[in-house]
């Protein structure tokens, strides 16, 4: 027998094995990946405190932002689950696991707003930074908890644009405006804001400034004027924002459920809200995975220990 067909007889066996090992893995694979969805997906856990977070930059939707919605934190999403916490009897408080550095102004006022309404003990945990319209939103609780070095405040508000008519100058390329509206084109990159437009844009930034700091001083019960010297949109680091009035605790989570415990007189047992996702996609997420595996697996099988072999 030629030495070639010899050697091709011998790998024979292992190109069967290998799709055989293949095949089972891709099968043992799914399988895991559909009875973890459907372990996930069934509610097994009660509690009596709701822990909500608000992680990310704050915007109305998910798909709102050019982010990746894995750093969202969507209002929307948000507001149903403090409803759903709101329909829950066995739900006595809800805990707000907040690290964010704000975001939407609308957004942030939402969730403000549905805090503020929830008829649940509300408790603020301001991880490592809380401020801007997240600190909006923790100023609603009840009670704020921050780490003594996490990053609060920052009261104020913040826009701005790029403007490069001065580089369509240079390069010859002019800006043919066409607008209804004398001001329809205001905060257009391709000109420059007159000194009329520019009082505009403030004012409205002022506005919203106002509204910021009316609704702090009302969360904490502050005077307005106090709230106003502070809203310059500086941070202030944890033991700062107490020593001002900022925050009630240093502390973390640990701190809020002691809290809720001397309320309540009962021990603390926390449900983690997420956002719910449907079947289709929990699948889709372990099929990913599940490829993730395969590919390692793959690679495995295929490295002999003779030097004749596959490498990889």
Same mark, same amino acid.
């Given at each position: 027998?030629?030495?070639? %067909?010899?050697? %091709? ?40 405190? @709701? ?111 790029? %403007?490069?008519?001065?580089?369509? %100058? ?9 607008? @209804? ?132």
């Amino acid at each position: 027998m030629p030495k070639q %067909e010899k050697q %091709e007889q011998q790998k024979s066996p292992w190109l069967i094995i290998t799709g055989i090992v293949f095949l089972l893995t891709v099968f043992s694979f799914f399988v895991i990946g559909v009875v973890t969805i459907l372990l996930a997906t069934t509610d097994f856990e009660t509690g009596n405190v @709701a822990v909500i977070p608000i992680k990310g930059i704050i915007m109305i939707d998910e798909d709102s932002s050019l982010f990746s919605s894995s750093g969202i934190a969507s209002a929307t999403e948000i507001v149903e689950q403090i409803q759903k916490a709101q329909d829950d009897s066995s739900i006595e408080a809800i805990v707000f696991d907040i690290n964010s550095p704000g975001g939407s102004p609308v957004a942030s006022s939402e969730i403000a707003r549905a805090i503020k309404e929830a008829n649940k003990t509300t408790v603020a945990v301001i991880r490592e930074v809380g401020a801007s319209g997240a600190y909006w939103a923790a100023s609603a609780a009840d009670h704020i908890i921050a780490n003594e070095v996490s990053i609060t405040g920052s009261i104020g508000v913040l826009a701005s644009y790029i %403007e490069y008519s001065g580089l369509m %100058e240079r390069y010859n390329v002019s800006y043919e405006r066409f607008v @209804a509206g004398k001001y329809k084109d205001m905060g257009s990159p391709y000109k420059e804001m007159s000194d009329e437009e520019k009082a505009i844009y403030q004012s409205e930034l002022n506005t919203m400034h106002d509204i910021f700091i009316k609704a702090v001083a009302e969360n904490r019960n502050l005077e307005y004027d106090y709230v106003e010297e502070l809203a310059t949109g500086q941070i202030y680091i944890g033991v700062d924002a107490l020593s001002l009035g900022l925050i009630d605790e240093l502390g973390s989570k640990q701190e809020a459920y002691a809290y809720l415990e001397k309320e309540f007189g009962t021990a603390i047992i926390p449900v983690e809200y997420e956002e719910e996702k449907s079947f289709l996609e929990e699948l889709m997420s372990a099929l990913d995975q599940t490829a993730f595996h395969v590919g390692a697996g793959i690679g495995a099988v295929l490295v002999e220990e003779n030097d004749g072999g596959m490498r990889v």
